[in-house]
């Protein structure tokens, strides 16, 4: 289940240039039997709820800062700064860019760095979860509203930039990679993907649920708008809570693995990435989840339209993302079983070709009740759900897979890679919404017609089920890590690890 004295004696023996142990935070140098006793005590503790919600809290962390700022940022700078929506989007488009260099130089830095008595990844959480909170402050600056245009434009650009591709990616990145640290079982690595769904799932449900009602207040027309002081305020309570929740995931979740980073793998990055690139299993998750994202952000992308423009209806929009967030719990509760009896790779499989399954039905039927279409919409939601739950899972699989194959061990730079890539699908999927609404012939003048808003209603179930068939085709031809063959890798490192 986690690191047995062989291994920790060797890490001490033969690893102690490369490892050292911050007594007391103060980044000093211990002896060699205190790093023994130090990590021999962290494989002792069993595996259990304390590192289940330890890990669901760090997600639940994350959220806090990343949800307010997609819900909110371009509403914000729009509405309250006067900032043209064009600006705004292209500010965001430059931060993919920034972070496929800030997500791989993280990943880098947490392969590289010493072991403390937290272990290698915790300490990087704990020393990123006050700059997250205070970048994630200071995009909402509503007391700018009135500087020249010039300043608001560079100060969103700082703000977002220092919050989302520097201070975001310093604790998510290690936090991602932590879970292979945790326990080397496939199973339990399983529950860690499982409760970190959890935790997101739980803070968009306060964020979404609550900070509405909270940040919009009446004009004197009796409008909804933005508040920008109130927007300010929220951003600081949850700024405060995200350090507050880090330090949950820092206190509970035990990394109890030592993760080898041999001399030979500290390679530089064009030969990382050449690794990465002739892995079959890293560019099968990689198009997985990109397929998934582009299919999870166009249905609720193209469901901005459908309900107000073709059903005249928002009730159900309102509460779609919530009652997608409860089939996800719902989905949990279950998923663990599933994958342990039948494997992620199929389990996911099965599910995508569910979801397409209903997606299929509502295109076909083309349904005049906006009942019918949410209940057979969250039906289809099914399949999405599944895959998120066992996804953070899956590239831990990969990891371990391209240890076993290449012998190469680099657990924060693979992730950071995935994440950098998940990232420009949710860039993606932002643009195909756009597309979409183009090709329906949707415009500010056409947008209730009967023509455009049927072709939209076609557009918004016919691309997602037709990407549900290919997410599940990926998975089944293209992505190898079957149930057995994680399983047998699985064996092969712990194996490794007793012989070392």
Known sequence: MGMNNAEAIKLGNDR?????????????????????SALLENAKIPFGLKDKIGYAAGDFANDLTFVIAAMFMMKFYTDIMGVSSAIVGLVMMVA???????????????????????????????RFAGPVAVASFLIFAPYFADKPMGFKIGWMFFTYILWGSVC????????????????????????????????????????????????????GEGH??????????????????????????????????????????KKNVGELMRILFTSRSFLGIITSALILLLVQL????????????????TTFLAIGSLVNCLVVLALAAVIGKLVERFGKKEIAAASSVFGAAMLFIVFVIHTKEPLVYFILNAGGYVGIGIFSLVCWAMIIDVIDDIDVKKDYRSDGTVYAVYSFARKLGQAGASGLTGLLLAF?????TTSF????????????????????????????????LSKKRVDKNAEILRQRRENH
């Not at 932590?178 to 409760?195: D, G, K």
């Not at 329906?440 to 500010?444: D, K, N, P, R, V």
């Not at 209603?457 to 599940?472: D, F, K």
Request: proline share 4%; charged share 15%; glycine share 8%.
């Open 16 to 36: 102690k240039h490369t490892l050292g142990l911050g007594s007391k935070g103060t980044g000093s140098r211990v002896s060699d039997n205190e790093i023994k």
């Open 96 to 126: 993919k860019i920034v972070d496929a260099f800030t997500d791989v130089g993280m990943g880098q830095i947490v392969d590289r760095s010493r072991y403390t008595r937290k272990g290698k990844f915790a300490p990087w959480i704990m």
């Open 168 to 219: 975001y990616t310093g604790a998510n990145i290690p936090y991602g990679s932590m879970a292979s640290a945790i326990t080397s079982v496939p199973n339990e690595r399983q529950q860690l993907s499982t409760w970190r769904n959890i935790g997101a799932t739980i803070a968009q449900i306060v964020i979404a649920a609550v900070l509405p009602l909270v940040v919009y207040i009446k004009d």
């Open 224 to 265: 909804q708008v933005l508040d920008g002081g109130r927007l300010m305020l929220a951003s600081g309570i949850c700024s405060v809570l995200a350090v507050l929740v880090y330090a949950v995931c820092y206190v509970l979740a035990t990394e109890r693995v030592v993760i080898e980073n041999k001399e030979e793998n």
């Open 298 to 313: 166009t249905l609720s992308g193209m469901g901005n339209y459908v309900y107000p423009n073709y059903f005249n209806n």
């Open 440 to 444: 329906a012939g949707y415009t500010t």
């Open 449 to 480: 017609d009967t023509v455009v808003v049927n072709n939209i209603y076609n557009l918004a179930t016919l691309v997602p089920a037709i990407g549900m068939v290919l997410l599940a085709l990926s998975l089944l031809f293209f992505y190898p």
